[in-house]
């Protein structure tokens, strides 16, 4: 059965500073990943997602995925933490067959502090 | 392009009351589903429907019923509210691009039971 696990449900950087948010996940056959945004009282949006086609992800505003699959690990990284990044943000997993569902981990809140 | 919209966005019920909530994508999207999120749970799966006319449960669908109205529509029914069920309920939608099931999510429901 698939899952994730994301390390820390909080993490706090100064604005500038490295983000690194933790995603491990579990599945029996090469999976699909993503990760999404949820800012405030809105729904998910989607950051980045590996395919396969290339273990580093690029995603929107900056962010940075790499697949590692020895790890069993999707960590989220961006090099210069904005105050507008501050929001909660989701791994997902899925075995992407038809039938197969997406798994979400139980999120991290990133604050960020000027 | 509406996306994913449901409805309503905010609901309260009393304990024993039923409600449905609805779900309609205009993406000609094959899978569906309803996650509920509750602080530091994430989003849990209660229900999703690979195809039309397909539905199964996920990792919590007690005291819940969906149905898969057509391709474009999927229901969520609480037939006896409890306090339990307060929480906020997200719809989403899949489709492969090629192999990748990228989902889209709505703006959520906000639901009380008093």
């Keep these: 059965a698939q899952s994730v696990t994301q390390l820390g449900s909080h993490v706090s950087v100064s604005e500038g500073a490295l983000v690194l948010l933790r995603c491990n996940y579990s599945s029996s056959v090469p999976p699909y990943l993503f990760w999404y945004v949820q800012y405030p009282n809105q729904g998910l949006q989607l950051l980045l997602k590996y395919t396969s086609a290339a273990t580093l992800v690029k995603g929107i505003n900056g962010f940075e995925a790499e697949f590692k699959k020895s790890e069993t690990s999707f960590h989220l990284t961006k090099p210069s933490a904005h105050m507008s990044d501050a929001a909660e943000y989701f791994c997902a997993v899925t075995e992407g067959w038809a039938g197969t569902a997406l798994i979400f981990g139980k999120g991290t809140t990133l604050s960020v502090s000027s | ?114």
């Design chain 2, 1 to 114: 392009n509406a996306g994913v919209t449901q409805t309503p966005k905010f609901q309260v019920l009393k304990t024993g009351q039923s409600m449905t909530l609805q779900c309609a994508q205009d993406m000609n999207h094959n899978s569906m589903y309803w996650y509920r999120q509750d602080p530091g749970m994430g989003l849990r799966l209660i229900y999703y429907s690979a195809s039309e006319g397909t539905t199964d449960k996920g990792e919590v669908p007690n005291g819940y019923n969906v149905s898969r109205l057509n391709k474009r529509e999927f229901s969520l029914r609480l037939e006896s509210a409890a306090p339990s069920q307060t929480s906020v309920y997200f719809c989403a939608s899949s489709i492969s691009r090629g192999s990748v099931p990228e989902a889209f999510f709505g703006q959520g429901t906000r639901l009380t039971v008093v």
